[in-house]
């Protein structure tokens, strides 16, 4: 059975980074199969596609985002990263690590809320 | 980008109602929809893939149909662990998005 689970910090100051990490866990992150994925929910507001990395290293970013985010593997320990810079307040959200397949997203870790706040 | 329109935004029901959220789209996605539900604090759950697959391990009860711009997903029988926030998503233009969501409460 396959399982995500998204750590990092719970409070980041506004300007800062924000760095979260996916363990992936019952699957390989240089397996193919998937596009592995960020997306969030702003509070109040709906779900947002943040972007996908493959085990080769193509990205692909939102465009309303790409100029903040960059997103990273691992295959050493089986990982996924996303850093977004110079946060502010608006980027307060639940982070979620997904696993895409090419039509859907199969498989989700719980969430992980950041709260940006000085 | 391909707006995802819900409604209802919220809606309240009893156990065994059956129950129908629709999506619109603001362009045809011919069948890239899909439908999640999602409970705080737990993972996001595939239901419907591609408007109308029955993900694997997902019960019955749960179905979905649509093409083009219009969608709907169905509950033939509301269960007390039904009761969550439903997202629909489209996968048919290199961004996806999501659905502003529908909340199922008692």
């Known amino acids: 059975q396959v399982q995500l689970q998204e750590s990092g910090p719970g409070l980041v100051k506004p300007s800062q980074t924000l760095s979260l990490t996916c363990t992936v866990s019952g699957d390989s992150v240089s397996s193919g199969h998937h596009y592995w994925s960020w997306i969030r929910q702003l509070p109040g507001k709906g779900l947002e596609f943040i972007g996908y990395i493959y085990y080769s290293g193509s990205t692909y970013y939102n465009p309303s985002l790409k100029s903040r985010v960059t997103i990273s593997v691992d295959t050493s320990q089986n990982q996924f990263s996303v850093n977004l810079t110079s946060v502010t307040a608006a980027d307060t959200a639940v982070y979620y690590c997904?696993?895409?397949?090419?039509?859907?997203?199969?498989?989700w870790g719980p969430g992980t809320l950041v709260t940006v706040s000085s | 980008d391909i707006q995802l329109t819900q409604s209802p935004n919220s809606l309240s029901a009893s156990i065994g109602d059956r129950v129908t959220i629709t999506c619109r789209a603001s362009q045809s996605i011919s069948n890239y929809l899909n439908w999640y539900q999602v409970k705080p604090g737990k993972a996001p759950k595939l239901l419907i893939y591609v408007a109308s697959s029955l993900q694997s391990g997902v019960p019955s009860r749960f179905s979905g149909s649509g093409s083009g711009t219009d969608f709907t997903l169905t509950i033939s029988s509301l269960q007390p662990e039904d009761f969550a926030t439903y997202y629909c998503q489209q996968s048919f233009s290199t961004l996806w998005t999501f659905g502003q969501g529908t909340k199922v409460e008692i």
């Open positions: 997904a696993g895409r397949l090419p039509d859907y997203f199969d498989y």
